[in-house]
T-cell receptor
Framework: DTGVSQDPRHKITKRGQNVTFRCDPISEHNRLYWYRQTLGQGPEFLTYFQNEAQLEKSRLLSDRFSAERPKGSFSTLEIQRTEQGDSAMYLC????????????FGPGTRLTVL | RKEVEQDPGPFNVPEGATVAFNCTYS??????FFWYRQDCRKEPKLLMS???SGNEDGRFTAQLNRASQYISLLIRDSKLSDSATYLCVVIYTGGFKTIFGAGTRLFVKA
């Protein structure tokens, strides 16, 4: 499968724990996005990378959230000291980076914070 | 006010019906516009881009009115398989911050 992959698909954690999610974009896609989606809402933009550079961050991305894309390929999203309000689907998308082209989404990681 | 607003729905229509979805955006610096489709518990997938001249793809027609900051999607001859949530998407000029609307749920009934 050459699409965007995310791991894990599901994560259940206790409040206060740290969690890390991984996204592997489509090969040679140099732009990568992270979103958060809650029930009944559209995806909310969190951040995006052009290669390894993090170019924009939403104010939704509090100090407890950090994202990296160290080699311009896969990316990780870490949430520290999770709260129940962090429960959501975390989606990753990638594009070729040429203009505002199609974003291809991964299947998402569903986080449940107990 | 939300940056991108859509009809709340849900829309319940019979097969064969024509249905229209509306979307408004607040930032005049918005550059690119799209409609995405999201099936239940699945990731969003691009349905079509939206251009000022309007564009059509089979039974789907998208329109953009920059003056009114308004986007529409028309689905003709609805099929059961069109049942999904339709997301209006706006990308800002000068960057690539992407804003999704909350989505409009469509149910097509036999």
């Amino acid at each position: 499968d050459t699409g965007v992959s995310q791991d894990p698909r599901h994560k259940i954690t206790k409040r206060g724990q740290n969690v890390t999610f991984r996204c592997d974009p489509i090969s040679e896609h140099n732009r990568l996005y992270w979103y958060r989606q809650t029930l009944g809402q559209g995806p909310e933009f969190l951040t995006y990378f052009q290669n390894e550079a993090q170019l924009e961050k939403s104010r939704l991305l509090s100090d407890r959230f950090s994202a990296e894309r160290p080699k311009g390929s896969f990316s990780t999203l870490e949430i520290q000291r999770t709260e129940q309000g962090d429960s959501a689907m975390y989606l990753c998308a990638s594009t070729t980076g040429q203009g505002t082209d199609t974003q291809y989404f991964g299947p998402g990681t569903r986080l449940t914070v107990l | 006010r939300k940056e991108v607003e859509q009809d709340p729905g849900p829309f319940n229509v019979p097969e064969g019906a024509t249905v229209a979805f509306n979307c408004t955006y607040s930032n005049s610096a918005s550059q690119s516009f799209f409609w995405y489709r999201q099936d239940c518990r699945k990731e969003p997938k691009l349905l079509m881009s939206v251009y000022s001249s309007g564009n059509e793809d089979g039974r789907f027609t998208a329109q953009l009115n920059r003056a009114s900051q308004y986007i529409s999607l028309l689905i003709r001859d609805s099929k059961l398989s069109d049942s999904a949530t339709y997301l209006c998407v706006v990308i800002y000029t000068g960057g690539f911050k992407t804003i999704f609307g909350a989505g409009t749920r469509l149910f097509v009934k036999a």
